[in-house]
């Protein structure tokens, strides 16, 4: 086992795959020579040459539908969206073509493109460059949506993801990058070396799609979380000394329903957090869904703790960020609740 | 000031409207064999075309793309691949694929509205219908780079309109065919019309649609769309140049769309009544035909047969294709199967809908 | 007061504003000398001429970038975008810029642009002519998201939005363009002139954005649904013999919280319906606030009746739309619950 | 076969790289005025940036897009305008915004992450900065036609990148401008680099950018971008013809990008660490300060003089920004007014939210 912090993990994993099958190919935008501007990327076309670690010109909407095409013929593409703000042009491509070729063509056509891209806010970069659009890739069906918070689930989920015959939208919570994250701006910034999640076998291993992880057992709460938040949760329950079962629901479409609904059986109390903006969020079906299945374990009503409904603002990050203050603050009413 | 670069775009055409050679033809153009079964293509096109008509207006298909007036575009292009190249047509194509190998009973539960139509028997590498405007020029282009990224000399011929000229989607895939030099010839079939709209609007009265890739460094090529010959040589030589090595090249062909742009569309409330039916550019199977009587290789008698022999196949076929099912007549599809496909295996929240549904429609 | 059917508000509204205001536009494919696919525009461009209602290139994104531009500059453009199907080449210059202008200026710039387009299915479409993409943009914040259910609300939802300084995607259920629709595709059709709601003023009025109406008053059970639902919603109640109050959001985001929560809390039951996939949907949304406002009066879990996760079959409309069939099965088992 | 369309590209050049005529100047040329002017901006840019960059150093801005080496690119094409012209930005052209009357402090505001440095109080037409790539295009188009719809007689220049050129929405820009003739100039900054990418990637080493919008009519020069007098002439001609109903045009300006992409980028990893020192096609205000030293209307005297005084100028600025607070120091922006402007009347869930929001924040 090496440490691996999450853009380690991720490179490992593209490595991995690269060296095992001659069909996965890379492209984006700057993922080549310079290796990408989070470096995710970097070494690989050394490695295996550029005509299999492309630089591609500046059209998301280009790169996946040139990644679709090399998909139904063989190849196996991992394209980079450079930040997830900036994966709309490509939507069209997403939702009309990769999402639907499968089911037009009676299962005779697919492409197993998986689309990576940088998400969420954290640092400095205001609403062009935080954004956390997985709720409307998580309502588009033909399409999984994944969204790993540690650099073990990264590997395995995206050599799962890369290895799956369905084409996957990989987010990457780009303020997990370098080490995990409880919220706090202000404290020292700490290496996942000291994570036991980043703890990663060097070579071939997978995390399955479709399963959500218990992060944390509990009894008194059930926090359904996934992405930087699930660090700034743990932290929050730590904090308020509630016994709080965390669960990572990683995969978000589809989703492990099962896992979380034992749970809030169990807990009889459910908060759901993201950092996306709260309406129309992705929260939204988590809430829905539970309250369906688990109705009558309910003792308080689900909280949701998200960002606020508004683009990120640039100058106040630290207000927008759902943090530990909010989350904290959630948890105590939800406790006291009849 | 200095010019640093020139452009030129070329017109390419063999028969002019009554089928009469203009130049020197190119050899195969005297061969009776490939000429009389493209001109058969374009027959069975046409043949097609009526009759997919007449059963979409008994409800029999769903809205249709007719394909009247550009016989010679859609077979001139599809004649000129070899087996190992692909096609990646829109939704006017018909011919073409049926050229390519795609079943008359296939394009038939297609129209339909059963996705099985679309999984084609025959040419398994070529792409199915693509009703997005534009898309498809880009995945031509993923296909391309997957070929010559292998080492295989096989060329992509991707097909969209004169109205898909104006997507992003398009010029993206000619840049990205431009920077890697990927098999691909675009096929811009100019047939005038994007529903209502006249070509003008898409900037074709300025310009060439064939100038679309010259400043990405893509060679354009305008073509009279009637005239098969003219097609089917130009297609050959992209196609040759494309698994060559030699990049792509975009071909635009001048045609004119003969019908409504689909059976849900009404074109008397946008153009002339009749225009269709003067052929403004020249009915191209009578071209054709001129062409062909005029070498001695065809005649009136034969067409005549030929029209009664084709409308026997395509009668058999739609026989054939109500043996799945249609949307009016039984077999029923199963309702059942809409949950398939939409994920490599179906996942267990799927399988609870399907389950509820079946519960629910039973009931 | 004048009898229309959806079509005949919809652009009875445009002719109202475009005589009233010189800087009105329409902007679209087949808009002007056709007069549109729906035939909304028709005559408009007669009337206005070829420079206010603009016959646009097949370009999505530039109809959306121009209209943009053009609203920054003193125009009111309306777009249209032919089917919703055909909205996700514009969707990053809704995105990215569209909702976002206003924010990103501190208020200095906004274009007030309205996007019409007919969504939902039931016209033997297929899936790329039917699908309910609202739940994407009522996640969006910036833009606010309209659907109306009658000619009524549509003629005067329609000035509002195209009033509005705030950005607008409208949604026109294309089945309700021509009548009322219970669900039933086997009952000939319904015009809109037996229904009240078809009685529409032939000059200016407005219907305010951000609120829903209620359709029925009823103590036993509240819908909460919109668009095509909205009639099938009221069909299976009947069918039901249920005193269900239905409410239509109408204006789905911003969202009128309180009319939903009173209308809950009053009878403590709740079914929300849409015809859009399910996971994910803007049900989610709703179902996510009424649970946590309402919580205390729930008597039996929320429910939702949506369509299924696959793309619109083709060949199977009349099983996917969600019709009085399962919203019957629901209001049953809700009824029954607790 | 017959050609049915040709093009070409010129080339603009009057300095050569040492600032020496190479053929006969336009009368302005010769304007000590007006080019004196110019220079000042040039010089002005130079500073602003470095300033910028330092502060962006020690925390005190968010990351900034540097700009050196492109000086007389973005006041070459500003100078060209007139007052009721609308500038279209990308993000590297504070050289430009500054000419046009947006504020040292305004950008200053905006770089440090607060909205209301994109409230300019000058030219209140002219668009903000655009961070996506390539999606101002299509509204500079937008705006062109507001104009020529209401017989304003007004040019918009819409800048961006030569990566930006590989956008769908740039070529749908020069498509709109080119089928509605909208008073647009489009000037592709052609600085060699996207981030890390050459422009070859994009493109760029096939064919000029300048050839772009040929095939949609739309004449393309391509533009010594280094050389302000070749920049300011051809945007004054472009902006004119524009004006006069002429219709959109392309420049290409061929430069280089001195800098980093942005202060969050380290070039050293992809091109020679030293190779911006060598400016490989001239340092631009050297560029006219060697013109203008020759007509006699400069020395290095006065060049230091005016370095001063625009040191002085740019840090009492910042001196004034600072008083509206920053992301660093007091006064602090007021967290409250995040939820203003999402709506143009915040509706009352925002309202809560930001009660909230105060709420916790105070505790
Ligand atoms: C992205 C998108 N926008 C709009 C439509 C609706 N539509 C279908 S066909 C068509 C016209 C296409 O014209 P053209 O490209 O010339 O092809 P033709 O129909 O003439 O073969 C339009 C606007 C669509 N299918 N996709
Ligand atoms: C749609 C989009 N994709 C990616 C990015 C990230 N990005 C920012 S600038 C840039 C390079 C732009 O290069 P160019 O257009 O040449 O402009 P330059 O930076 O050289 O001025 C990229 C890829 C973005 N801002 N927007
Ligand atoms: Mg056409
Ligand atoms: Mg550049």
Redesign the interface.
Known sequence: MAKMNMIEAIRSALDVLMDKDPNV?ILG??V????G?FRCTDGLQRKYGE??VI?????E??II???????????R?VAEIQFA??I??G???I???L??L?????????SPVTIRTPCGGGI?????HSQSPE??F?????I?TVMPSNPYDAKGLLISSIE???PVVFFEPKRLYNGPFDGDPDKPAISWVSHPKGEVPEGYYTVPL?TAEIIKTGEELTIVTYGTLVHVAQAAADAVGVDAEIIDVRSL???D?KTLVDSVNKTGRCLVAHE??R???????????I???C??S?Q?????VAG????Y????EW??FPGK??LI?AINKMMEA? | MTIVARFEIHYSRFLDAEGKAVGALPAFARDPGELVAMYRGMVLTRRFDAKAVALQRTGRLGTFAVSLGQEAAVIGLAAAMREGD?L?PSYRESGAMLWRGVTLEELLLYWGGD??G???AGP??D??VAV?VG?Q???????????K??GEARAVVAVFGDGATSK??VY??L??AG?WQAPVVFVAVNNQWAISTFQGFAGGERRPFAARGLGLGIPGIRVDGNDLLAIYSTTLWAAARARRGGGPTLIELVTYRGGAHSTSDDPTKYRPKDEWASFPLGDPIERLKQHLIALGHWSEDQHEKLEEELKVEVLAAWKEAQQYGTMTEEPFLDPATMF?????ET????ESQRRYMLEIEGS
Chains 1, 3 share one sequence.
């Open positions: 190919v935008q700057d080549g020579y310079f290796g501007v005509h299999r630089d591609a010109p500046i059209s909407g280009g539908g040139a990644a679709i095409g090399m998909g139904v013929n063989g190849l593409p703000d900036y709309y042009p939507f069209d491509q939702v009309s073509e999402a639907r499968r089911y037009r063509t009676c299962g005779e056509f697919f400095r970069g205001g609403q062009t709720a409307i998580a309502h588009i069906s033909g999984r799956s015959d369905d479709d479409a589809p989703l329903v996306a903006t309406f129309g969020g992705y929260g939204g079906e988590l809430v829905a869904r309250q369906k299945e109705f009558y309910l308080a009503p689900i909280g949701r606020w409904d508004t683009p603002p640039h100058a106040f207000q927008y203050k909010r603050n009849a | 692909v990646v996705e099985r679309s999984d084609f398994r590498d792409f199915p997005p898309t020029a880009l995945h031509a282009v993923g296909a391309a780079y997957a070929f990224l292998r992003g989607d993206e895939a840049n990205f920077v398939d496909d939409v994920f490599a996942p267990s929240d799927l």
